[in-house]
Nanobody, 114 residues
Framework: QVQLVESGGGLVQPGGSLRLSCAAS????????MGWYRQAPGNQRALVAT???????IYADSVNGRFTISRDNAKNTVYLQMNSLKSEDTGVYYC????????WGQGTQVTVSS
C-alpha cells in the first residue's frame, strides 16, 4: 500500500504561483512513475505532469512551460511548481503513484480567480 498526501493548494490570482507537494508513505525510489492530475468541475481527471524514477518528465500541452514537476527522493516527495496561473488551471489536483497498481491521494483544491 502506498499513501499519498497532497498539500499546497489554495486561492491565487491569475498570473500568480503555487507549489503543490505530494508526500508518499514509501520510498519514491520504489515508485516507477509519479504524477499530477487535475479535475475541473464537470470534467474528467486529466494528466498535468508525470515524472519517472529516472527523472524524465512529461507535461500536458496546456501547462508546458508554466509548470514544473520535480522530486526530492530524500523527502519522498514530488512537487508541482505552477507559475503564470490561469483561470482554466482551476480544479482539484491529485497525486498518483504507479507501482504494482495505481494509488491516488485525496486531492487538493486550486482556485485561480481575481
Amino acid at each position: 500500500q502506498v499513501q499519498l498526501v497532497e498539500s499546497g493548494g489554495g486561492l491565487v490570482q491569475p498570473g500568480g504561483s503555487l507549489r503543490l507537494s505530494c508526500a508518499a508513505s514509501v520510498s519514491i525510489f520504489s515508485i516507477n512513475r509519479m504524477g499530477w492530475y487535475r479535475q475541473a468541475p464537470g470534467n474528467q481527471r486529466a494528466l498535468v505532469a508525470t515524472i519517472t524514477v529516472g527523472g524524465s518528465a512529461i507535461y500536458a500541452d496546456s501547462v508546458n512551460g508554466r509548470f514544473t514537476i520535480s522530486r526530492d527522493n530524500a523527502k519522498n516527495t514530488v512537487y508541482l511548481q505552477m507559475n503564470s496561473l490561469k483561470s482554466e488551471d482551476t480544479g482539484v489536483y491529485y497525486c498518483k503513484a504507479e507501482v504494482r497498481g495505481n494509488y491516488w491521494g485525496q486531492g487538493t483544491q486550486v482556485t485561480v480567480s481575481s
